[in-house]
């Protein structure tokens, strides 16, 4: 019904930077909060940034400062800036999204994530 495909992910290094986006397609009525995760190795997952259909923004203490969320409500596309990357901003990096499918019900999507590596 819906897909997330998330692009811009690679090895960069420390202080770097990196944009990723991420894409939602499928039986679209609207989306309300989309944002990002991430998921390191070994670790769980966390909460990296959401925003809102208006804008409104979130972001995790750990990359206040570094990271900008962003979305274009036309491309059905939401993006993560990351600046000043760190080793431990390492991850899996996983676009999500609650979709209001043309049938009206809501369902949470996730996509398949995207690989982020800080190493020198």
């Known amino acids: 019904q819906v897909q997330l495909v998330e692009s811009g992910g690679g090895l960069v290094q420390p202080g770097g930077s990196l944009m990723l986006s991420c894409t939602a397609s499928?039986?679209?009525?609207?989306?309300?909060?989309m944002g990002w995760y991430r998921q390191a190795p070994g670790k769980q997952r966390e909460l990296v940034a959401t925003?809102?259909?208006?804008?409104?923004?979130n972001y995790a203490d750990f990359v206040k400062g570094r990271f900008t969320i962003s979305r274009d409500n036309a491309k059905k596309t939401v993006y993560l800036q990351m600046n000043s990357l760190k080793p431990e901003d390492t991850a899996v990096y996983f676009c999500?999204?609650?979709?209001?499918?043309?049938?009206?019900?809501?369902?949470?999507?996730r996509g398949q994530g995207t690989l982020v590596t800080v190493s020198s």
């Open positions: 999500n999204a609650e979709v209001v499918l043309t049938t009206r019900s809501t369902v949470n999507a």
């Open positions: 499928g039986s679209i009525f609207s989306i309300n909060v």
């Open positions: 925003i809102t259909t208006g804008g409104s923004k």
